[in-house]
């Protein structure tokens, strides 16, 4: 089954048990892909349905760490549901030893030397670590070690 029918799937259990919280997310979730569809004229497969669910997870934790600052305790609650519900989709996350090896393995691959090479190992790991890791992580590792 892939991503988009377990969306669907999930949205009808939710709007037969009730559960509004989770319905409203996933309508949300499903007009941002429709959205994309639509701009792009393209069928969106799991991948892009990733990066979709991806982005709408860092607006939630902006939004959560934005409301947390104005002290907004309601705001934040729904988004950090949202957040949960939406990271649901989402495959399963590397530990910091797999994201190391891949690391390691992605500079020894293109030779890396210096920042200048920065940009060919994330393109490198970025197909593998898609909504696996958080990229603004990995990026912060790669430089600790590229540029020693």
Do not use: C, F
């Amino acid at each position: 089954m892939s991503l988009k029918q377990r969306i669907t799937e999930d949205m009808k259990a939710a709007m037969r048990s009730g559960d509004t919280k989770q319905r409203d997310t996933i309508r949300l979730l499903q007009a941002a892909i429709k959205q994309r569809e639509v701009d792009e004229r393209i069928e969106l497969d799991d991948a892009a349905v990733i990066a979709v669910i991806e982005k709408m997870l860092k607006q939630r934790r902006d939004s959560i760490a934005q409301y947390e600052a104005a002290r907004r305790v309601d705001l934040a609650d729904i988004e950090k549901s949202e957040r949960s519900v939406l990271s649901a989709y989402m495959p399963q996350a590397l530990n910091d030893a797999e994201i190391e090896a891949l690391i390691a393995e992605a500079i020894s691959a293109t030779e890396a030397k210096g920042m200048q090479d920065m940009g060919k190992v994330m393109a490198l790991l970025k197909p593998k670590l898609a909504g696996r890791a958080d990229m603004a992580k990995v990026s912060i590792l790669i430089k600790g070690k590229i540029s020693t």
